[in-house]
C-alpha cells in the first residue's frame, strides 16, 4: 500500500498521522502512539500501533524487534502514568485473519478481573489471541536464522 493511500483508505495510518480528530491520543513516542480502543472488552482496553503501515503480525521482521519493544514499552509507561501493574494487563495481537483493522496493533487490556474470559477473541484457548511475548519471541527467533 502506498503511503499517500495508507493516510486514506487505513483507519490507523489515519490515526497516525493525526487525520482523524475523534481520536484522543493517550501517549505518542517517536514511532508508536496509544489510544483508547473504540469497543473496549475490559475497563482498561487501548490500541499501541507503529506510525508506519505494517499490515499485521505476519508481516512483522527481524528488523522490527526495535519497534514491538517501543510498542511495550509505550503501553507500560501509559499504565505506569494511570498508576495501574502492567503483570495485571494482557499485551497481544489477533492472529490474521481476525485483524479487524488491517494495520499492526497491540491491544492492551486489564485489569485481568475486568476482561471477558469468554470472548473468543482474548480468550487463549481459541488462538486468536497472540500475547506480545510470543509474537516478539518468534520475530527474535527469525533474526537468528
Same mark, same amino acid.
Request: positive net charge; contains cysteine; charged residues 25%.
Given at each position: 500500500?502506498?503511503?499517500?493511500?495508507?493516510?486514506?483508505?487505513?483507519?490507523?495510518?489515519?490515526?497516525?498521522?493525526?487525520?482523524?480528530?475523534?481520536?484522543?491520543?493517550?501517549?505518542?513516542?517517536?514511532?508508536?502512539?496509544?489510544?483508547?480502543?473504540?469497543?473496549?472488552?475490559?475497563?482498561?482496553?487501548?490500541?499501541?500501533?507503529?506510525?508506519?503501515?505494517?499490515?499485521?503480525?505476519?508481516?512483522l521482521?527481524?528488523?522490527?524487534?526495535?519497534?514491538l519493544?517501543d510498542?511495550?514499552?509505550?503501553?507500560?509507561?501509559?499504565? #505506569?502514568?494511570?498508576?495501574?501493574? @502492567?503483570?495485571?494487563?494482557? /499485551?497481544?495481537?489477533?492472529?490474521? $485473519? !481476525?485483524?479487524? &483493522?488491517?494495520?499492526?496493533?497491540?491491544?492492551?487490556?486489564?485489569?485481568?478481573? #475486568?476482561?471477558?474470559?469468554?470472548? @473468543?477473541?482474548?480468550?487463549? /484457548?481459541?488462538?486468536?489471541?497472540? $500475547? !506480545?511475548?510470543? &509474537?516478539?519471541?518468534?520475530?527474535?527467533?527469525?533474526?537468528?536464522?
Amino acid at each position: 500500500m502506498t503511503e499517500r493511500r495508507c493516510r486514506t483508505t487505513c483507519a490507523f495510518c489515519r490515526i497516525a498521522s493525526r487525520n482523524d480528530s475523534s481520536v484522543h491520543i493517550e501517549l505518542e513516542k517517536e514511532a508508536v502512539m496509544l489510544f483508547k480502543d473504540i469497543r473496549p472488552k475490559a475497563k482498561y482496553h487501548y490500541q499501541c500501533i507503529p506510525k508506519r503501515h505494517i499490515k499485521n503480525i505476519n508481516h512483522l521482521t527481524s528488523l522490527d524487534v526495535n519497534l514491538l519493544t517501543d510498542m511495550k514499552a509505550c503501553a507500560v509507561e501509559f499504565l #505506569s502514568q494511570e498508576n495501574q501493574s @502492567p503483570d495485571d494487563f494482557r /499485551f497481544g495481537f489477533h492472529r490474521p $485473519p !481476525f485483524n479487524s &483493522v488491517q494495520h499492526l496493533h497491540m491491544h492492551i487490556l486489564g485489569p485481568e478481573h #475486568s476482561v471477558n474470559q469468554w470472548n @473468543p477473541m482474548f480468550n487463549p /484457548f481459541w488462538k486468536v489471541f497472540i $500475547p !506480545f511475548d510470543t &509474537v516478539i519471541a518468534r520475530v527474535e527467533t527469525e533474526n537468528r536464522s
